[in-house]
């Protein structure tokens, strides 16, 4: 092995001390991330306290108005920040907000007026920054100067359009990653409800046991959870509650199940079997996804091996035949 480093002109000794840096530096880092992580879940919930309390106190503005019936009402002022200022200035609520962005939006986790806010200022301004990045590095840097002045500006233009659509991507990214937190834990979420139904427990009081037990497996639906049953506190109507948990979530087993809650509250129909059914099913659907992304492994792993696996493989087998025949000539 030491001929080896010596014929490429490198010291074995300053390859193992790199090789230690390196191993020190990993074991430093997976020591201290999850130190340096908080408490996730304890987080969640404290914003999720903030939202039980701005729904408490809407209901009540909402019964105050119904109340004064005529003296105007409550007025409520917004907070005109930076952001804030930008966004109206430029009109970009009428321009890009439709009832789809509020609700994909809903399903990533951001409710109320400040995500949107955010999110309608990234989408202004990213263009901007991207612009000026691209612009910097292509022409500031001198990159890419063989190039046509028009395909350079061209690719300028490129990375602003990036720039714009890349909060939607950001949004889409955490959808996608809560709604499979969600669908991961719904399956035992229903069967700890269903222990809480059975066991003589208001739908409420179920909710929220659920909510503090399920946590540790999805902070996700934890949150869902608690607000729902702020929700059922404060709305006039029950089932408006089970229809935003379902379009929150955008899952079908949270719909199917929401519909169970609405009938049996309609009709008095037996809600624990309508819960056992439905946990089944959902259970059944988390392991043909498991089923499904098993199957699609090996067909995703034939490039990698390909490229990364099989050329280490060849250089470590002729490589030192390869060495002893130069050594020779």
Do not use: H
Not at 39 to 65: F, H, I, W, Y
């Amino acid at each position: 092995m030491e001929s080896v480093f010596q014929y490429f002109g490198v010291s074995g000794s300053l390859v193992v001390s790199v090789v230690i840096a390196v191993a020190v530096f990993t074991t430093l880092v997976t020591i201290t991330l999850p130190l340096l992580a908080g408490n996730q879940l304890k987080s969640r919930m404290k914003a999720v306290a903030l939202e039980r309390d701005q729904v408490r106190a809407r209901e009540r503005a909402r019964l105050a108005v119904e109340r004064e019936k005529g003296r105007g009402g409550l007025r409520q002022q917004d907070s005109k920040g930076i952001v804030a200022l930008v966004v109206d200035s430029l009109n970009l609520r009428k321009a890009l907000v439709d009832d789809k962005t509020v609700a994909n939006l809903r399903v990533a986790g951001y409710r109320g007026q400040r995500p949107l806010t955010l999110f309608l200022f990234a989408r202004a301004i990213m263009p901007l920054v991207m612009l000026a990045f691209a612009v910097f590095y292509v022409f500031g840097l001198g990159l890419f100067e063989a190039q046509p002045t028009m395909m350079r500006v061209l690719g300028c233009i490129g990375v602003a359009y990036l720039g714009f659509y890349a909060p939607i991507l950001y949004i889409s990214n955490q959808a996608s990653k809560r709604r499979l937190s969600i669908t991961r834990a719904w399956p035992d979420a229903l069967d700890l409800l269903l222990i809480c139904v059975e066991s003589g427990n208001s739908i409420e009081a179920a909710f929220r046991r659920v909510a503090e037990e399920i946590g540790i497996q999805s902070v996700a639906l934890a949150e869902e959870l608690v607000l729902v049953c702020a929700e059922l506190s404060y709305l006039p109507e029950r089932k408006v509650a089970y229809d935003n948990l379902a379009a929150r979530t955008g899952l079908d087993g949270v719909r199917a199940v929401t519909t169970a809650l609405i009938q049996a509250e309609r009709y008095g129909t037996p809600l624990g079997t309508a819960l056992r059914t439905l946990s089944q099913e959902n259970r059944d659907m988390r392991m043909n996804l498991a089923e499904k992304k098993a199957a699609a492994l090996p067909p995703k792993l034939t490039v990698p091996m390909i490229l990364f696996f099989l050329p280490v493989l060849f250089a470590v087998i002729i490589g030192p035949a390869i060495i002893q025949v130069m050594e020779t000539q």
